[in-house]
C-alpha cells in the first residue's frame, strides 16, 4: 500500500464520523484532499453538509466537486473539522502548517465541537519536532520577531535552523498576507511551554502546535486505519 491508498483509508474511517445536515471545518493538505474527494462522492449522492475551508486552496477544490461552503463568520460554530497533521504525538499533540494554512486551521479547528486528525502512520512520533515546526509571523519587524524566537527557543534548550519559507524564488505568503519562519528544533519535549513562549512575541501571529484541539486521530496503515485517542 503506497501513501496515498494509506491517507485515502485514514480519509475514509473520518468520512463515517460525518452526519448529515452537519457544519464541517475541512482540513487543508493531501491527506484533507482524499477526504474531500471522498465527502464529494457523498455529496453528490444526497448528503447535506455544509463546509468552512481552512484554506483558499481547499476552497476552490470544495467548490469545484460541489461541497457548499460558507464562511467562518456565517457559521461561527462547527460541529466536526476533519484535518491532517505533519506530526502527532500520543498526547494528539500536532504539528500542523506544512501547506501554509496554520491560522486558519487553528481556528476553524478551535470553533468545532470536535477534531478529527487524518494521516498515515509515518506522522506517528514519540516527540515532536523531526518537523520543522511552522511559525506564522507578520512582514513587519521579520527580523526583530526571528530573533525574539530564537532567545526563546534558547530558553527552552531548543536550537536549530530557522528559515523563511519560500515559494521559488520568492517569500511563501500566506493566505493572510504572514511569512511563514520554519524551525528545525529537532526535538520538542515541552510543547506547552513552547506555545506560552511564542504566544507572547508580538511579531508571532500564530504556530504550528496544536494542543488539546484534536479529539481523536485515525491513522492509516498497511493492516488499514485504526483510531487513536489522547493519553
Given at each position: 500500500?503506497?501513501?496515498?491508498?494509506?491517507?485515502?483509508?485514514?480519509?475514509?474511517?473520518?468520512?463515517?464520523?460525518?452526519?448529515?445536515?452537519?457544519?464541517?471545518?475541512?482540513?487543508?493538505?493531501?491527506?484533507?484532499?482524499?477526504?474531500?474527494?471522498?465527502?464529494?462522492?457523498?455529496?453528490?449522492?444526497?448528503?447535506?453538509?455544509?463546509?468552512?475551508?481552512?484554506?483558499?486552496?481547499?476552497?476552490?477544490?470544495?467548490?469545484?466537486?460541489?461541497?457548499?461552503?460558507?464562511?467562518?463568520?456565517?457559521?461561527?460554530?462547527?460541529?466536526?473539522?476533519?484535518?491532517?497533521?505533519?506530526?502527532?504525538?500520543?498526547?494528539?499533540?500536532?504539528?500542523?502548517?506544512?501547506?501554509?494554512?496554520?491560522?486558519?486551521?487553528?481556528?476553524?479547528?478551535?470553533?468545532?465541537?470536535?477534531?478529527?486528525?487524518?494521516?498515515?502512520?509515518?506522522?506517528?512520533?514519540?516527540?515532536?519536532?523531526?518537523?520543522?515546526?511552522?511559525?506564522?509571523?507578520?512582514?513587519?519587524?521579520?527580523?526583530?520577531?526571528?530573533?525574539?524566537?530564537?532567545?526563546?527557543?534558547?530558553?527552552?534548550?531548543?536550537?536549530?535552523?530557522?528559515?523563511?519559507?519560500?515559494?521559488?524564488?520568492?517569500?511563501?505568503?500566506?493566505?493572510?498576507?504572514?511569512?511563514i519562519l520554519d524551525a528545525s528544533f529537532g526535538r520538542i519535549p515541552d510543547a506547552e511551554a513552547l506555545s506560552r513562549e511564542l504566544a507572547a512575541i508580538p511579531g508571532v501571529v500564530e504556530h504550528g502546535l496544536f494542543i488539546n484541539i484534536a479529539s481523536l486521530a485515525i491513522i492509516a496503515g498497511p493492516?488499514?486505519?485504526?483510531?487513536?485517542?489522547?493519553?
Open positions: 500500500m503506497d501513501a496515498r491508498e494509506m491517507k485515502i483509508k485514514a480519509a475514509a474511517a473520518a468520512l463515517e464520523h460525518v452526519e448529515n445536515g452537519m457544519k464541517l471545518g475541512i482540513g487543508t493538505g493531501s491527506t484533507a484532499e482524499e477526504f474531500v474527494r471522498l465527502l464529494a462522492e457523498k455529496v453528490s449522492g444526497g448528503m447535506k453538509v455544509e463546509g468552512v475551508p481552512t484554506s483558499e486552496r481547499t476552497a476552490r477544490l470544495c467548490l469545484e466537486l460541489g461541497i457548499p461552503l460558507r464562511s467562518l463568520d456565517e457559521l461561527p460554530e462547527l460541529d466536526l473539522t476533519i484535518d491532517g497533521a505533519d506530526e502527532l504525538d500520543p498526547h494528539l499533540t500536532l504539528i500542523k502548517g506544512g501547506g501554509g494554512a496554520l491560522l486558519r486551521e487553528k481556528i476553524v479547528a478551535c470553533a468545532s465541537t470536535r477534531m478529527i486528525v487524518i494521516a498515515d502512520e509515518t506522522k506517528q512520533v514519540d516527540v515532536l519536532g523531526a518537523f520543522p515546526l511552522p511559525i506564522e509571523i507578520n512582514p513587519f519587524g521579520q527580523v526583530a520577531t526571528r530573533l525574539a524566537v530564537e532567545r526563546a527557543a534558547f530558553r527552552l534548550g531548543l536550537t536549530g535552523e530557522m528559515k523563511l519559507r519560500a515559494a521559488g524564488e520568492d517569500l511563501f505568503y500566506t493566505d493572510g498576507g504572514h511569512l493492516a488499514g486505519a485504526r483510531t487513536l485517542h489522547a493519553i
